[in-house]
Structure formats: structure tokens, C-alpha cells
């Protein structure tokens, strides 16, 4: 009987453990659990890049292109494999479920310990984007070894089970393995679902094309993959604890993902801290008033009843603001609250802050700057400081656009001033095309420039503020703002009041002409 079967049946038609149109529609939920696993594994390497290298647009355009490139490569060496699509398909899966499920890790691990991880993104993305783009042509082999019939509806549906399973793998990565398991886990579980997907696939429904010896391999394949991956998963936390010790060193107080940046504080008990934000060194604890006086008290030179600061959530300029008695209120828009809540709660920070969220004149607002600004119709401030994320890292060129702003002029009262931090002095480029845009907004500028090597902290995390300093733009919508403190001002720890007119003359001298302003739909930042 079963040989009558067999000789019935059409050359390349295998005998499977269920009917046809079930095998098929295995055939197809493993072609949807493999793309959605293989999305999860490109976003980990758009998101590990714009986090560990900075500048998202460019790092996710450079992924994204080689991996594309990649998949096509993958899909022409797939054509070896289809003559034995079963192993071939069972070896691809394990492989990728090694590499991509490993893949987060292994990039945090060359950031942490090597410097640098441009390379290794590089290679993830070939190696990844070979393996994923031989996934179709195999399963495409494997579905037509279940049945000939209607080849062009196959196509179709093989194709729609890629793209559903891209959209849900989309949709988990950022509202369900970030919040709840964070890029390593959430990484190496995506390979153990991988690797069972696969192995399931070939190992029971298409264990009829394989020779015995091919399943005892594919078997103790499959076995070593998903005991790495569960070990790597056992030791996330020690491995975490160790890059951290690598890029911080061993006085890490405070360590925490707030969901929207991973912050860490570092330094002896003793000392002030060092603030991190993301990997990058946002706020240097013995020197940061150079920062934050240079920044804020310039712009209090004039009426400054009503001071509005848009980010600046741990506090520290919202500290020089408030020391002038005549100061009515403050408001801080802040995009992270786990920022306030530790600069509100962590005894490191509120010291070095003086315990400003306790003070009944500060407002503490959480939201976008951009979007808050947008509905911010009522109120008028007399002075606006502008305390956020150097103008180079992409996901910030928004609140440096002309776009941006036109909003802040909007808030600003007659006469008020806005101060500006507009990245490092050795980047000309960038701090003059702030000036451009601050002046194509309808705002005159003066330009200073604090040259400290020491600095309070490199907003961007790039270093370059060591090199030169942090550049400043105090602006109003009127005459050209004059480069000078108010009668009233506190006592300063900076020598600001002695070098001010010194900081005005060093900005001049790197002066860059000509520069067209940023706008929203063509930035002119960058790195």
C-alpha cells in the first residue's frame, strides 16, 4: 500500500507525518515565526548602533543597506542548498539563531571592552543578512517538496507569512522584548524561539529527506545552540555587571533603565558624581558648574521672573536659576522621569543639585520639548535655557531646528533672552549652524564660548568638549543681547564674571560663515 502511495506521488514529493495541507501550513508558520524573528534581530542592531556609535540615521541607514545587500547575496548562495533544502534549512536556522540571538551581546561586549563596535555591526549585519536572506529560497524548496499544486498561490502565501510575521516581529520589539526583557534577553530569547523553530520544522516534518546520520547531527546542532543561548541568558545579569564595571569602572552607585535611557551614576561616596546617560558621559560632578553657570546666568541678565528650562532634568540649572531671590517660578520640561526620580531621590544628586525639587517655585513638566512647546499657548517666560543633548546626536537635531525654534520664540516674553547649549567648540560646523538657525528663527545671538578642558560634562559623549570646550548662544527677539551678569547674581564657583567678555572673543575666532539653518526635513547636523 505504502509503495502504491509513493510511486503515485509527483518526483521531489515527500511522505510526511501529516496530511499536505497541514505540512504546508507548518511550512508557513515557520516562515512567519523566521521573519519576525529575523526583524527582531535587525531592529537590535538599528537600536545597539544609534545607542553605542550615536547618530541613528546614519547607523541605521548603514545597517540597513548592508544587510539588504546581504539577504541578496543569501539568496543567491541558497541555490546550492536547495537540492537538500531540509539540512540545509536546519543548519541555516541554528546558525542564525547563534549569531543573531548572540548578536546584541556580542556588540555590547566590543563596546564595553574594545572601544568601539563599528566593526563588529558591520560584520552582524553581512552575517545576519546572508543567513535571513536564504531563509525564503529554502522554504520555498520545502513547500514544494509538500505539494506542486497551485505554484503561484504558494508564492503568495509564503511571501504574506514573511511579511505578517516582519510586522509582528516589529511590533514586539519595541512594546514587549524592550520593556520587559531588555536587548540582550530579548535578544537571545528570539534565538532559542529561532532555533526551536527550525529544528521543529526539519527534525519531525521533513525527517523523511534526511539520512539518519544528517538528524543525529541537526540534533546535537540544535542541542549545543539552544544550551548557549540559555546559558548566555542565565549569565545576563553578571555579564551586564561586568561591561559596566569595564565602562564605568568599580564605583557604579546607581544603575538603572528608566525606559527611555539607561542612567548611571559613578564616583566615590565622597565625591560628586559622574552622571552617564546611555554609555556617554553627560555631567562630570567636580567641574559641572562651569557648564551650568556659563549656561544659565548670562541669560538672567535682565528681568528673569518667570524661567522656563527645557531638559535639564537632574536639576542642576534649575539650581543656578533659583538662586536669585527675585525668581517667581521655574518649570523644567523633561522628556525621562526616572531622571527627576533620581535626581530627586539619589543622595549623590540631590547634594550636588541642593535638593532643588524641594523648592516650591520649581514645576517639573514630563514630556517632549518639541511636542510640549506645540501646546504650550499660554504663559510667557522671561527666560528660556535650553540645557539638552549636543545637536549632533540625531535624535536631537529636532530641538536645534528652525522648527523648534520659532515654538520657543513663541513662549518668550518681550525682551526675554533664551540661552542655548550648542555642542563642543571643536565642532565649528555644528555651533555656528545653531547660530544660523537661532538667527533665520528671527533671534539675534551672541556667541561665547567656555574654553575649561576640564568641562562639566560632554553632552554628547563624544569627548570633544575636552578638546575645546562648550559653546553657548544667548539670544532674544530683539537688539543683539549683551554678554554680561545681572547685579543680582549669586556667588559663583567659575571664574565666569572675570572671563565672560574672554568667552565672547574665543567664539569669534571660530566663526564659520555662510551656514544654512536646520530644519526638520533637511538637519545639517552632524557628527
Not at 543548519?91 to 566590543?110: D, I, N, P, Q, R
Not at 572601544?115 to 520555498?140: D, K, N, Q, T, Y
Not at 545552540?225 to 553578571?238: F, I, M, Y
Not at 543656578?320 to 535626581?343: K, N, Q, W
Amino acid at each position: 500500500m505504502v509503495d502504491r502511495q509513493l510511486a503515485s506521488l509527483p518526483p521531489d514529493t515527500v511522505v510526511l507525518p501529516v496530511r499536505p495541507d497541514a505540512g504546508r501550513g507548518l511550512v508557513l508558520l515557520a516562515a512567519f515565526v523566521c521573519a519576525a524573528c529575523g526583524l527582531v534581530y535587525e531592529l537590535e542592531l538599528v537600536a545597539l548602533a544609534a545607542y553605542l556609535i550615536d547618530d541613528s540615521v546614519t547607523q541605521a541607514s548603514v545597517v540597513l543597506s548592508v544587510m539588504v545587500f546581504a539577504m541578496g547575496v543569501g539568496s543567491l548562495l541558497a541555490k546550492r542548498l536547495r537540492c537538500r533544502a531540509a539540512v540545509g534549512f536546519g543548519v541555516l536556522e541554528a546558525v542564525l539563531a547563534l549569531v543573531g540571538g548572540t548578536s546584541a551581546m556580542v556588540l555590547y561586549a566590543a563596546f564595553a571592552w574594545m572601544g568601539g563596535s563599528r566593526v563588529a555591526l558591520v560584520a552582524f549585519s553581512l552575517a545576519i543578512g546572508v543567513l535571513i536572506g536564504a531563509e525564503l529560497p529554502l522554504l520555498m524548496a520545502l513547500i514544494q517538496r509538500v505539494s506542486r499544486r497551485d505554484a503561484e498561490g504558494t508564492v503568495a502565501d509564503l511571501f504574506a507569512a514573511d511579511y505578517v510575521g516582519a510586522l509582528v516581529g516589529g511590533l514586539a520589539f519595541p512594546f514587549l522584548l524592550l520593556p520587559w526583557l531588555g536587548e540582550l534577553t530579548g535578544g537571545l530569547v528570539t534565538g532559542c524561539v529561532n532555533g526551536v523553530a527550525g529544528s521543529v520544522l526539519v527534525l519531525w516534518l521533513f525527517r523523511g529527506e534526511m539520512s539518519a546520520r544528517w538528524r543525529r547531527r541537526l540534533l546535537v546542532l540544535n542541542g549545543v545552540v539552544l544550551a548557549l543561548l540559555a546559558l548566555a541568558t542565565a549569565l545576563v545579569g553578571d555579564f551586564e555587571r561586568a561591561a559596566r564595571r569595564a565602562l564605568y569602572g568599580d564605583q557604579v552607585r546607581v544603575a538603572v533603565h528608566t525606559g527611555v535611557q539607561e542612567i548611571v551614576l559613578t564616583g566615590r561616596p565622597s565625591q560628586a558624581p559622574d552622571l552617564f546617560i546611555d554609555g556617554r558621559l553627560t555631567l562630570r560632578g567636580r567641574d559641572e558648574h562651569r557648564y551650568h553657570e556659563a549656561l544659565v546666568h548670562p541669560a538672567m541678565n535682565g528681568p528673569h521672573a518667570r524661567v522656563l528650562i527645557l531638559g535639564g532634568g537632574d536639576g542642576l540649572a534649575a539650581r543656578e536659576a533659583l538662586g536669585y531671590g527675585d525668581v517667581d517660578s521655574v518649570t523644567v520640561v523633561e522628556l525621562d522621569p526616572g531622571l527627576v526620580r533620581i535626581a530627586r531621590t539619589e543622595p549623590a544628586l540631590t547634594a550636588l543639585n541642593r535638593h532643588v525639587y524641594d523648592d516650591p517655585g520649581l514645576r517639573v513638566v514630563t514630556a517632549d520639548a518639541f511636542s510640549w512647546l506645540r501646546l504650550a499657548h499660554r504663559g510667557r517666560y522671561d527666560v528660556i535655557v535650553s540645557d539638552l543633548p549636543d545637536p549632533g546626536v540625531t535624535d536631537a537635531t529636532k530641538l536645534y531646528s528652525l522648527e523648534f525654534y520659532g515654538l520657543v520664540r513663541r513662549v518668550l516674553a518681550p525682551g526675554g533672552r533664551l540661552a542655548v547649549h550648542a555642542g563642543p567648540a571643536a565642532r565649528p560646523r555644528t555651533y555656528w549652524t545653531v547660530d544660523a538657525t537661532l538667527r533665520a528663527a528671527g533671534f539675534s545671538t551672541t556667541a561665547y564660548l567656555d574654553r575649561d578642558p576640564g568641562g562639566g560634562g560632554d553632552r554628547s559623549g563624544s569627548g570633544d568638549e575636552a578638546r575645546g570646550g562648550r559653546g553657548f548662544l544667548l539670544a532674544s527677539a530683539g537688539r543683539v543681547p549683551h554678554l554680561a551678569l545681572d547685579d543680582g547674581v549669586p556667588p559663583l564657583r567659575s571664574p565666569l564674571v572675570d572671563e565672560l567678555a574672554a568667552y565672547g572673543r574665543a567664539a569669534e575666532r571660530t566663526r564659520v560663515p555662510g551656514l544654512e539653518p536646520s530644519t526638520l526635513v533637511h538637519p545639517r547636523y552632524s557628527r
